[in-house]
């Protein structure tokens, strides 16, 4: 039978904000002329529409509600149209929606991160506006959420399999739009107020200075605040005396590493200053006098860590702050975004100097001499900070001479010590464990030498060997580790000895003895393979004859000079621990392998390094170098610097 009324189009549901007008349309047909009225419904009143007779009721957005049509034909037939929702956004950001507006979706609420115990429920809400009103479909570390189709995703009992990043996409007939990704956690971290995706840490001292003076006390304090920061369970990259070129690559590394909830800690021990609140640093190969093009401006790095929307960004200055050339102008630099999550220490006042410490073989600097008696500490950062401040104020040896500065937007109570509540996907690690990796060799004698591969530093490396009890048939056992004959490179490296590195190293190992110990310094300077010889001169008893028998060892570039390889990297989602803190990171684990010759060879897998710089006490201090951009300046480096592979 036909039917005596066809509904040929039927309204659609908006979702607009206050204040908009739109009209609402319904067609119909019927065997004669047909009359339409249309009804609302707000809070379960239904009502009918005074004058709202036709076909198109026009409307101006005032609040949510449900219209439905119903047409009438001349024998009284009646039927009624869908009921659609014209939902009114009544608080929506400036500027939306666009002026244009063709009624494609247009995110005005996006979900927000959430930390839930495992068994309680989840719920996470977005909204859009658009014409028709859009629909929705909710994601999960990229899959869909195949039962997850409105504007609240809702799990009742959460699990930790639920962990994840998740984004919403909003659709309609005109396109589609994706809420912002969140991070949710589901697990054992709920209970604590403050945790980090996250912790990243880069430390640079420059000490050997090639015309300026030499400092003493960056590498101790580098060393040891290092080691502090992986007990509170940061990633460390550390590196000494880095010229300018590399400083922009390894500042560009450390801020590609950075993301979402991280905590960023930038440390520089050196020559600097500072003019109208701005600090700039000087690399190991400044001029004397330097340009402006040899500075980098520490505002500027700071700003591209914000970007990162990193949960706090920590920057301790351990320089001096005197500036000596007035006529010097300076660059412009953008004002620092108001996000609170920002902390600045300085180790003294504006226009004063920072002095360093003699205690025996090694050199410190007053700021660290009590920044590493209190950063272990359970508390807000800027208190911690306040306590070293303190007790610098009562040292007698700096009265009247260097007072502590801090300088903070950091709008909440987040600690150092604060836990690691890693999101999403495993991150890609960033620094190297002190400590060593160690394989075994083995002469064609049967003596047994133990090599370990120590890294004070990430771009400091000591190849230590200690000869193992000897077999029965042999006595009197030395053995000596030096560069193959072609490597002259790297005895160039072994002869800019660090006698403060080696106290370090001395420490490490404490009273054990090692036979003999092969420095490396400047890692990321060299560009190809290194070749050491391991020479073993012992009696024969038998025979009573001195001998001598050789092994070589193959010390990969990728494994020297990986830090400033051309590579991309991503930012990564944090999936560690604080106990993994210091684990051997961004390489493999070294393996030394003896092939049937004698010859043994190290491999390793990939990685990177940092820099830094600051300007020394010179008469003609520079203005900030006009770096529009960092990553810019990396890729002019990566250009035409070294460490082209990698494995």
Known sequence: MQEAIVITEQPISVSVPMGYSFTLRCRAEGHTSLQYQWFCQHQSVCCQIPGATKQDLPITAQQTQLYTCRINDLYKNAIFSDWVKVEVHQCVARGLPPRLWRGEPVIVLNPTEQRVEVGKPLQLQ????????????????????????????????????????????????????WTNAVDIHIGTCHSEKFFATGKIALLVGNNRYQHHPNLMAPVTDVFELSLLLEQLGFQVVSLLDLNKAEM??????????????????????????????????????????????????????????????????????????????????????????????????????????????????????????????????????????EDVLEDIGQD?????????????????????????????????????????????????????????????????????????????????????????????????????????????????????????????????????????????????????????????????????GQFFSQRNY????????????????????????TDPKGQASLRTGSGHSLPSSNPSNSSSEPEENDESDLSELCSALLRVGPGQDYP
């Open 126 to 177: 977005c909204a859009a506006m658009g014409v028709p009103a859009p629909s929705y479909q909710w994601y999960r570390n990229g899959h869909l959420l195949e039962h997850q189709k409105k504007k609240k995703l809702w799990i009742t009992h959460a699990k930790v399999s639920d962990s994840g990043t998740y984004l919403c996409c909003a659709s309609n007939s005109h396109g589609e739009h």
């Open 248 to 385: 922009v690559t390894a500042v560009s590394r450390f801020l590609q590493l950075l993301g979402k909830g991280v905590y960023a800690i930038f440390y520089y021990a050196g020559h600097g200053y500072e003019h109208s609140g701005r600090n700039y640093m000087v690399p190991v190969d400044a001029p004397q006098p330097y340009a402006p093009e040899n500075c980098i401006s520490v505002q500027r790095i700071l700003q591209k860590m914000q970007q990162q929307q990193t949960a706090l960004n920590l920057i301790l200055l351990d320089t001096c702050r005197k500036w000596y050339n007035p006529e010097c102008a300076l660059s412009q630099v953008q004002p620092l975004e108001p996000w609170g999550n920002t902390v600045y220490g300085y180790a003294t006042s504006e226009d004063a100097e920072a002095y360093e410490l003699q205690d025996g073989e090694f050199s410190s600097g007053i700021f660290m001499k009590y920044l590493k008696k209190h950063i272990l500490q359970e508390k807000k950062v800027t208190h911690m900070l």
């Open 570 to 593: 991503s930012q990564p989602n944090y999936q560690r621990t604080p106990a993994c803190a210091g684990s051997v990171c961004l390489w493999d684990a070294s393996v030394l392998s």
């Open 396 to 560: 007698p040896l700096v009265t009247g001479k260097q007072v502590m500065e801090i300088k903070h937007t950091l709008k909440e109570a987040r600690s150092l010590t604060d836990p690691i509540c890693p999101l999403g996907a495993a991150a890609e690690h960033w620094g190297r464990s002190h400590e060593p990796v160690s394989e075994m060799v083995t002469f064609p004698c049967g003596a047994r030498v133990e090599l370990r591969f120590h890294w004070l530093f990430s771009n400091v490396m000591y190849v230590c060997a200690k000869l193992q009890p000897t077999p029965a048939h042999i006595a009197d056992a030395h053995i000596l580790l030096c560069q193959s004959t072609e490597m002259d490179d790297v005895a160039i490296l072994n002869e800019s000895r660090l006698d403060q590195v080696e106290s370090l190293l001395a420490s490490v190992y404490k009273q054990e003895e090692l036979d003999c110990v092969f420095q490396l310094c400047g890692l990321q300077k060299i560009q190809t393979d290194v070749v050491l010889q391991l020479d073993l001169h012992y009696t024969q008893l038998s025979t009573k004859q001195r001998t001598c028998e050789s092994l070589q060892t193959t010390l990969q570039k990728s494994l020297l």
